[in-house]
């Protein structure tokens, strides 16, 4: 049984309809077609009531009162409206595009806005004074070039690659527990909790510290090479016998540089000259001469080895340290932040510092051969020069003296005298 619903000018309802059979199909035309005519004449009653009652109604809303269309928008429709827009708006800016490109050079303008244009003034007016700024650096090199002392470039260190840094363990740090904060400009980043050192840091703090063992021992100082730890020992005997330096891989004792006095009364002195040969004569100042002191000390770890600093600093003596990532890089005057721990990260910066100093005794020796002094005379070696000089020059004239007194040929004394002074001169 289906329902349907039936407009009625006087009652709305639902009446039941009964399925049709195949013998009532005759009398469901005739009802079909009454039907019909009830709606037809239903609908112009109900549409002839509703025109005579809005007749006040205005002519805009009478049109949409009177229209069949349902009020809720038509999705299909409305997108279809939409397409329409966009394509019409569309073919608009590729019509002003056109007309754009078609617009002469002086008219364009009108089309860019004031931003725009000066955005692109702005950027070739820095275009241009870059060029100028790069023509005028040329100019200056160009001017520049020839000047300055004459230097012969050399080589950087053999060993003092990055990759040789690596392989030698450099990078590799303490746990982060055990990190000095004062080591937060060496170090690169941290894995696995152990802190990783930046190898381009440690580069440039080796070639700095590769260059001072380098003057040094060029201007004939005195260069020591102490490292104390299991495993030092050959590392630091090689580095010293290539550099020409002393090595110390032994306990330090205290008060060996404040208290050298009494500490390093019987060692052995000599005086050299500037080819490093051996000079007679010196005995009786030897004798009475204080202990040396070094000019320069290189440390293979400074933890272990804080007495010595101290004194270095005491004394005013330079110090050159491996900074491992839980030490102080205050306690040394050049650091060298790497791995102290393993063997051949200690035994490739030594390596590298003992052939920086064998180059500058290759240096020094070179100039000496031309007749180039690099070094000057210690102040207590030059006092005892100036006191034997003064001493002979006394014994001299009382010699003379003596040979006047007797009569004899004074001529061949003061000949002597003068050629025993210009040579003391020279000497001095």
Known sequence: M?????????????RKVEPTTNSQEHDGEEDNSSNLKMIIRNFGVRHGRQALASSWIPSGSRAQRFSTE???????????????????????????????????????????PSYIQKAKAARKKALDESLANYRELARQKKLTSKLGAAKSVESSPIGDSLESLMAAQVHLGHNTARWNPANGRYIFGERDGIHIISLETTQVHLRRAASVVEEVAYHGG?????????GHMPIVVRAAETAGACHLFQKWTPGTITNRDTLLAGGILQIVDEKDRLLDGFEKHLMDRRPVMPDLVVCLNPLENYTILKECGMANIPTIGIIDTDANPTWVTYQIPANDDSLRS??????????????????????????VITWQTPQEVAQFIKKDYKEKVADMEKHLASQMEKGGNTEVVSKALNSVREELKGEL
């Open 346 to 371: 200690v035994e490739l910066i030594a390596t590298i510092l003992a052939r920086a100093g064998a180059r500058g005794q290759k240096r020094r020796h070179a100039d000496a051969d031309n007749g």
């Open 2 to 14: 289906v329902g349907r619903r039936t407009d009625h000018p006087n009652s709305r309802s639902w």
């Open 222 to 230: 005195l260069i020591l090479i102490v490292g104390t730890r299991p």
């Open 70 to 112: 349902p009020t809720t928008p038509n999705p299909i429709q409305t997108a279809t409206e939409t397409v329409t827009e966009t394509a019409t708006d569309t073919a608009t800016e590729t019509a002003d595009t056109l007309a754009r490109s078609r617009t002469p050079a002086h008219e364009e303008s009108s089309f860019t």
